[in-house]
């Protein structure tokens, strides 16, 4: 296809999306003129100076008056809509060639892409870093977010978690905050693709000012930065909306919904069987006594699943690997098989724990299935926990073929797209406690992108408020716990209160599921006062949760977030302290108004 | 201030600062561990682990059979290895053999002393340590006398490497059992999850968490005996 060089007045070009428009001043440089909501009118740019892109070599900044524009592309009158910029510059004898390209493939996603090729004199590569002033002036815009940010009176603060490769988008809105533009450094190939990784981790710090990424250039065009833009009329939480259907579209997540593996979507109190103490072991009788575990574990609401742990701190004392140790349990494998025969009477699932630490050299993870595949026949188990992983071994993928309902679990939340397509149930585990970790009240991304995806938070050693810490970290996600008390010979027990709070929040849980796990549900909505964040659960019908978390040291009273406004809307709240919601309006909007306890989490339920 | 009589050694008594390393935090028991003073009774103690023969002549003797049997003797003691550490013993086999003979089990004080003696040495042969004195990553078990240059002061054999051996106490923390054993053993295990293997110092006891007797017994598992004089 033939590029058609536009001709312009005042060298200006632009490109015009649904909701923004575009526009680059080539005149004397690659100045971004105009970034602006098509409706209000809005420009998302406060300085006049806002080049799109500026090359260091080694420690000098090439002038803009070295910049040739070799070519104007135009092609907005085109479904496929795009303007590009072809430039080059000659700089003490290395030449520069670059494009900059706006494209415009969905009405609002809109991909800047940045191309650079290179001739070094003497073929001898010099030190080449980028620095893009536009996007500096952006991040010092006042109602820019970094990624996972929420506007708490004038300050944003980071309130979020995400450990996968997935980065959701910095936003920056206009005064009404109804417009919102979500800006994502898109890396496909997370760890190989390095400088929009960069861009990410650089973005989400304080001193982007000062940020410059380094690259490698060859002789041939190719992509060093790409930026995609999301756009938005209704505020930043469709925001969060398009990127999360753009993200997921590459995604095969079929494997969540195998018609016998449903359980696993309702593991909402798991229990970390420890074996070697009295929460399970009766000394006197040296037997293990499950009919107690599952007594206890009526206080939090009853376990809807155990993981059996007898392996580790006891693998290497000898040459006795992970499976043969289960033969020196009493009764051998017989034991195992009179537990989950109990269990399932009683409602509970099984795992047992797969070590890969512990696998021999002379054991391939082929024989580690083949072990497995004996041991679910032998004793009926139903899952396989991952200990230290966070992805599925290949071999044991075809277990599921021959036992559709088994699942396996693993330690950690996978990261990358293949596992979270194959591991369809998980921890959420936090903490270090040689690093002196305190468990934070904030939104866990993964879970509202992938709300197919159980997680079990766990923070192993973390007792007292900490402990509160953890359940009203789970309440405020909408995410079942493990009940691990147990910590390999460590008692660290939940208190009466705790297990209290504990049954309540697996109540709520269960009987609201089809909400708080619906597949339309907002992490960090705005809300109308300082000190607060909210999460939102949402399946499209007529009910929603609203996870409401006051993060500060003062009980709050005022509104919470805006509401639809509906008429006869019913409200309860369903978990925390009393915190006597109530509807108000406030001018032409509805609000959830009351009094919420400091760090105090409290789910409301909402029926239009 | 020693004497051998029929391959057991006098241990003159002795005040001793008893200070000894332990894992932390995961695997950590709740125990003093000292700096503190421990006074050591007048002792014997038996130079060598207690052999498959000297085992099995208890057996023949007495016709002792573990109530709980799982992996009793698993490791099939015979003729060759008469003079090889007995292991798969839990700690009440290695206590009723010990009263058969008429002495007990040490206390993990007097384990200590009896392989650091009052020069408080790191390993029982002096400060260095040195795979070729004992069994340390061997990939077997080796004769409980294969390493006379790993001596210790007072002349015990095979203290470090070769064999865990039992201490005498089981400790309730309310929540759990265990014992501590001591030593360390010929198996290396790759991994720091592992138990850590091969020979230890000998200010180091690892906590064995407790549960039915085949869980107890290990192929790297033995004991030695001390005896009140």
Known sequence: MMHKNKKVKNKIISLSSRDLLFSIDYEKKMNLDKLFDLNSKYNFLKNKNNDLLKIKIENEIISNSFLRIENVIDQTKNKFKFIALDFSYLFKKDVFKGRVSIIQKKENIIDIIFQLAVKWNNEIPKKTTLIFPFLRNLNNHKNFLKPGHVINGKKSIKKSVWNFHEYPPAIITNNSKNVAVGIEFFDQFPWQSNYNLGMHEAILKDDFDHYESEVQLNRELSDVITMRLYTSSKGKNEIFHLWKENTRSRYDLRKYFRPKNTWIKKNYITHFTFAYGKEIFDYKKTKLNIKKIIKDGKEFGGYDSLIFWHQYPRLGLDNTNQWDLYKYLPEELKSIKKIVEICHRNGIKFFIPFKPWDVRSNESLDYHAKSLEHFITKTNIDGFFLDTMSSLPESFLKIQKKFPSFEFASEGTPKEQRQIEQLTSSWDQIGDIRRNYKVEVEANMFRFVFPEHPLNLVSRWSVGSDKDSIIKRAAFNGTGLVIWQDVFGCWLPFSKKQKKVINQLKYVLKKFHNIIFGSNSTPLIDTLSAGLICNEFSNNSNQKIFAIYNFTKKNISGPFVKIESKINIKIQQVFGTNSSIQLKKIKKDQALYGTIKADDVVLVHIKY | ?229
């Open chain 2, 1 to 229: 201030m020693k004497s051998i009589q029929n391959n057991k050694i006098f241990i003159d008594s002795s005040e001793y600062i008893y200070r000894v390393a332990h894992l932390t935090l995961e695997g950590t028991c709740s125990l003093d561990h000292g700096p503190k003073n421990v006074f050591i009774k007048n002792l014997y103690v038996d130079k060598y682990p207690v052999t498959n023969q000297q085992f099995l002549n208890f057996i023949k003797s007495t016709g002792y059979k573990p109530a709980d049997p799982q992996r009793f003797l698993a490791h099939n003691p015979n003729k060759i290895k008469n003079n090889y550490p007995v292991v798969c013993v839990s700690q009440y086999d290695a206590m009723q053999y010990a009263k058969w003979v008429g002495g007990r089990l040490p206390t993990d004080e007097e384990w200590q002393y009896i392989a650091a003696g009052p020069n408080y040495l790191e390993w029982p042969w002096g400060d260095i340590f040195d795979p070729l004195v004992c069994n340390h990553d061997h990939g077997a078990l080796t004769p409980v006398n294969a390493h006379k240059k790993g001596a210790s002061w007072c002349g015990c054999e095979d203290l470090s490497g070769n064999t865990w051996e039992w201490t005498s106490g089981v400790y309730d923390d309310g929540e759990h059992k265990f014992a501590l054993l001591r030593g360390g053993s010929f198996f290396y295990a790759q991994d720091h999850w592992h138990v850590g293997g091969g020979a230890r110092k000998n200010n180091y006891h690892w906590k064995l968490q407790l549960l039915n007797e085949g869980m107890n017994r290990a192929s790297t598992l033995g004991f030695r005996c001390v005896y009140d004089a």
